[in-house]
T-cell receptor, first 114, second 112 residues
Framework: TQLLEQSPQFLSIQEGENLTVYCNSSSVFSSLQWYRQEPGEGPVLLVTVVTGGEVKKLKRLTFQFGDARKDSSLHITAAQPGDTGLYLC??????????????FGKGTKLSVIP | DAGITQSPRHKVTETGTPVTLRCHQTENHRYMYWYRQDPGHGLRLIHYSYGVKDTDKGEVSDGYSVSRSKTEDFLLTLESATSSQTSVYFCAIGRSSGNTIYFGEGSWLTVV
């Protein structure tokens, strides 16, 4: 099983600040997903990146997949209290015969203070 | 809303008793998964299914069994619950393997 390291584990910032969350592995993934989870709820998909070097934007959130498909970053511009939550990255690992398994990072817990 | 319903949402049970959690989907997705989420460990795969009656083990399958008799339902059974199985359990579905998966709202299980 491939390991995904997320950093930082915890992040507390003031409203309006920018931040970047990182997801790193020594192995190559076929695709990578970012999820956001609020307390008491299940993870909600934000984005899937597939191509090395790919950049996707979702309003104030910018996601980048590394050229070698081993790492990814999530950048939030002008953070708002509504961005508070646990951010999870997940990499797809091939198990053979066309089957894959998602490996999750342990998450980054973001708190945006008004 | 990904069309996934988990039941029960909350349960307290005693050590040694059997427990079954149900996941029901309305999306007709081929793949279904059971994960558990624990502090310090993140989300870990218990079992998954790639079709009716087709299941396989995940990273933390010991003490758990699953069944899928219909496309829409995936059951997770703890034959004899232990305190170490106190956790939040999430069902997830996916159209194709390794691609995007969508999570249910979770089932909180406490084993006392």
């Amino acid at each position: 099983t491939q390991l995904l390291e997320q950093s930082p584990q915890f992040l507390s910032i003031q409203e309006g600040e920018n931040l970047t969350v990182y997801c790193n592995s020594s192995s190559v993934f076929s695709s990578l997903q970012w999820y956001r989870q609020e307390p008491g709820e299940g993870p909600v998909l934000l984005v899937t990146v597939v191509t090395g070097g790919e950049v996707k934007k979702l309003k104030r959130l910018t996601f980048q997949f590394g050229d070698a498909r081993k790492d990814s970053s999530l950048h939030i511009t002008a953070a708002q209290p509504g961005d508070t939550g646990l951010y999870l990255c997940a990499g797809a690992e091939g198990l053979g015969a066309g089957s894959y398994q998602l490996t999750f990072g342990k998450g980054t817990k973001l708190s945006v203070i008004p | 809303d990904a069309g996934i319903t988990q039941s029960p949402r909350h349960k307290v049970t005693e050590t040694g008793t059997p427990v079954t959690l149900r996941c029901h989907q309305t999306e007709n997705h081929r793949y279904m998964y059971w994960y558990r989420q624990d502090p310090g460990h993140g989300l870990r795969l218990i079992h998954y299914s790639y079709g009716v009656k087709d299941t396989d083990k995940g990273e933390v399958s010991d003490g758990y069994s699953v069944s899928r008799s219909k496309t829409e339902d995936f059951l997770l059974t703890l034959e004899s619950a232990t305190s170490s199985q106190t956790s939040v359990y999430f069902c997830a579905i996916g159209r194709s393997s390794g691609n995007t998966i969508y999570f249910g709202e979770g089932s909180w299980l406490t084993v006392v």
